[in-house]
């Protein structure tokens, strides 16, 4: 049985369209959620803990075409609602977004959506333009089975810091489990000494989907994507999601990732 979170469908006007429960209008009036303990980030005193298995908030979807995608969601109605808008002259997406994760059995964040099935190839330039976000934000590609909160899916995650991640979570509701990369070196102008490792923030990420293997593609420094670390297995069917989206690691508070010159085509070898 799923928890219902009354205060926060309390900021939504929603109505049911095929099955997705569609809102924007924020309430003005209506009491500011709190924030549960398990959604606050982790720090030096306070540890992050998984959310309670039965905890569930209703995804909240627009089906009104963005670019290249076929609407968008909240998927989870993070505390804050989200937003997103596109440039039509840069591919660009600008994806505004609160959420305290994509991460252990459910996820929060703004994800804009194409139905497909088959293999895919997606990709994406990243770039965080407040400087002062959080360091766990991440702007992902994502390839899910469902809008639910807790689906099935497999995430390609650059973070505010630099790590790059390859994620699934192998079945609904299950804990997601990953594989990160983090990048970097010695010797560098912006270092506060010449030992000091400063990180590198990838310039584009890619998720290719050939039958059921999942492969993370890189370029660092804008050289020609390639494969990165070994790919991952995971059997999702047709019809499912894939597309782009951005979580600012705080369960109340909206921040910006933008992507631009995004590919999304329907079939392998596509990721450049």
Request: with cysteine.
């Amino acid at each position: 049985m799923k928890s219902p979170d009354r205060a926060r469908r309390a900021l939504f006007a929603c109505v049911c369209i095929s099955g997705c429960a569609l809102a924007q209008a924020p309430d003005p009036g209506a009491a500011k959620p709190p924030v549960p303990a398990w959604a606050i980030p982790g720090s030096a005193t306070h540890r992050q803990e998984p959310p309670p298995r039965d905890f569930h908030r209703e995804t909240i979807t627009l089906n009104d075409p963005i670019g290249i995608f076929d609407g968008q969601s909240d998927v989870g109605a993070a505390l804050a609602p989200g937003s997103a808008s596109y440039d039509a002259s840069g591919k660009t997406y600008t994806i505004k977004s609160a959420g305290y994760n994509i991460w252990y059995s459910r996820d929060e964040f703004r994800f804009l959506w194409k139905k497909l099935s088959d293999d895919v190839s997606i990709a994406a330039d990243i770039a965080f333009p407040d400087p002062k976000g959080y360091g766990d934000r991440k702007a992902v590609l994502v390839i899910r089975q469902s809008l639910e909160d807790d689906s099935r899916q497999v995430v390609v995650a650059l973070h505010g810091e630099g790590m790059i991640q390859l994620a699934q979570r192998p079945e609904k509701g299950a804990l997601t489990r990953d594989r990160e990369y983090r990048i970097g070196g010695r010797g560098r102008p912006t270092g506060k000494s010449p030992d000091s490792l400063v990180n590198d923030l990838a310039k584009r990420i890619g998720l290719e989907k050939r039958g059921d293997s999942f492969q993370l593609f890189v370029s660092i420094e804008g050289e020609p994507m390639h494969p990165f670390g070994p790919p991952i297995t995971l059997d999702i069917k047709g019809p499912f999601y894939a597309g782009i989206g951005f979580c600012s690691h705080l369960p109340d508070t909206v921040d910006t990732a933008v992507l631009s010159n995004v590919v999304l085509a329907t079939k392998a070898g596509k990721v450049q």
